[in-house]
């Protein structure tokens, strides 16, 4: 029997009532009996204001309607638990991550930056990873990215940075994309931002799914232990599928074919059982060790290098249900940096300070009043006692005295006191004239952009070059690509002169460089494989009439034990005929889907003499899109026709006559009996690899 949640507990006081369990009601709980027709004066006469049934439903829609968030506006969010695998006590006193397995009930929004609320998921941004931990000693929220830096080093520069990436002003264009001169505007002349865009341009900024996504706190944070004493730290979060990412073609593509693709990955993976989890990881740095480092701790542009501070894994965070209601639940739920616990608190990062500002600032106006704490998914599931009253929304009855110190109430309720293990702000000592001037310590900007770069394998480089090409070739203003161009030869001049190359500007002399050329394969998509499973990966099997459905079986058998989905793909939804006369069933209508919404594509072999695919145009694109976009395509049987027929478009195919043969993600079999175990094994190694990128680049 597993332990109740008792978030989900709490949440049960404030769901609505079955529906079937009676009629439809208004507002004030009264029966109606007919919602279709307004009350009217006649059979064609005007509605008339006694109609308060209209009248409320109406005043209602009308008001349904809250403002998005300034950003991060479009979000999918999930409930789950935290569980640490030891006890932390020895960095902090946190109560959540003092005893091994003890469950802490966490809801997590994902959401992408720039884009409205309606925009599509997979465009190149950064993605907010934000986990609100509801603890017995009330709620923290970890406000994280998938990038473990940030763009500016200064709150101030947050309004700036943001009107620039925003959509320009004049005609609100572009929607969910930082392609446009504003943003590269404000990039040319704010070297500061120049780490982040690196991460902008790889594929991080492409994840395939939030599954397979790495979340950071990007400050450093300090953990307090039970004695007071402070230790840095910073926060990672590792997803047990792996990191993977999608490439820029298959990216825009799948923002027609289907904008809410990471939000239904999301979805469907927890309604199917298959619950995401990640790893946290803390790198820990001693108070004694604040200036070890070539660079600021406090600056939330610069990573510690994972080779240099090693990440120690302290517990991991399953998301097992799906919020009920997306706008209560994932629209209302209301972060804020400033949510700690006794055990974590803040440093003086500059970008840090002025987030605790802002989240509460910002949530005010979004959920109209002092009182959203109060909205289900926001309250804390231990007990708020406090003096704070009234206000819009106010769904509390509060009872007694309002005020401290109260003798009425027989002084309650009262502060814990110095010696309780109540929150108190670590002691740090802070001596300083006032000014307003950015720390010299933060004035490197670009040792580690470099570092992100020579960390790179090359076929990464080759992604964050055409991308870097892709953005800039969008910026209209001449000078602000050249501008671009000159700081990014700071970084490395092989990736500005690529650069430069394919924008049409004049390749910077060499020696511009001041960067180093140190690196870190830890930040290399390479090293970030996961668990090596092929769980919940989507496999797409195309068939026509004839298709050999022991083949068909046979990959079933091999993949689905694994975890992976098998889907099969035909020119109609229903059924086809197989080789053998049983109808053989259809998952999904060929015209309805599309390469980029699967990871891989097997062809099974058909009793035709060729393959009725070779001339499909449906299941054609599907393969050579697979193919261009790296992933595994496999054949059996008389299938490799598909290959062979896209073989004059570069697509590059390798068989023989009696075994299976696997090259850079193409597995092909011609045996015509149900697939081999070699050939099953293969094609999982090859899923589990994600892409493909040693292949010759195909024609189309
Ligand atoms: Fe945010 N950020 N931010 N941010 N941020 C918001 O809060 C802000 C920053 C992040 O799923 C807003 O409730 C300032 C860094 C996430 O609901 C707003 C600064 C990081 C989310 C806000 C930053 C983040 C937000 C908009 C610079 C990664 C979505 C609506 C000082 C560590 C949370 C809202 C969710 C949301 C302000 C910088 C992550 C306006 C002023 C750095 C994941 O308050």
Redesign the pocket.
Known sequence: MTTPDPKDEQLETYRAPDPASGPLTTDQAVDVDHTDDSLTAGDRGPTLMEDFHAREKITHFDHERIPE????AR?SGAYGYFEPYESCADFTRAAFLQEPGKRTPVFV?F?TVQGPRGSADTVRDVR???TKFYTEDGNYDL???NFPV?F?QD?IK?PDFVHAVKPEPQNEIPTGASAHDTFWDFVSLQPETLHAVMWLMSDRAIPRSFRMMQG????TFRFVDADGKGTFVKFHWKPKLGVHSMVWDEAQECQGRDPDFNRRDLWDAIEAGDYPEWELGVQLVPEEDEFAFAFDLLD?TKIIPEEQVPVRPIGRMVLDRNPENFFAETEQ???HTANIVPGVDFTNDP?LQ??NF??L???LI?LGGPNFSEIPVNRPVADVRNNQRDGYHQSTIHRGTNYFPNSLGGGCPAPAGADSEAFTHYAERVDGAKIRRRSESFKDYYSQPALFWNSMSDWEKQHIVAAFRFELGKVETPEVRARTIEQLAHVDGQLAREVAEGIGVPAPPDGTQTASKQSSPALSLQSLTGDGSIRTRKIAVPVADGADARQVASIREALEPEGAIVEVLAATDGTVASADGEPLEVDRALPTVASVLYDAVVLPGNTADTSPLTVDPDALRFVRDAYRHGKPVAALGNGVDVLAALEPEGIHLSMEPHRTVTDQGVITDVAPGPASAEFARALAAAVAAHRHWGRPAPRC
């Open positions: 968030r300034v950003v991060h979000g929004r959401s907010g990873f934000a406000v994280g990215n940030f500016i709150g947050f950071f706190g990007v400050h939330p739920v209301a972060f970008l002025a987030r802002s989240y600032d910002t949530q979004r």
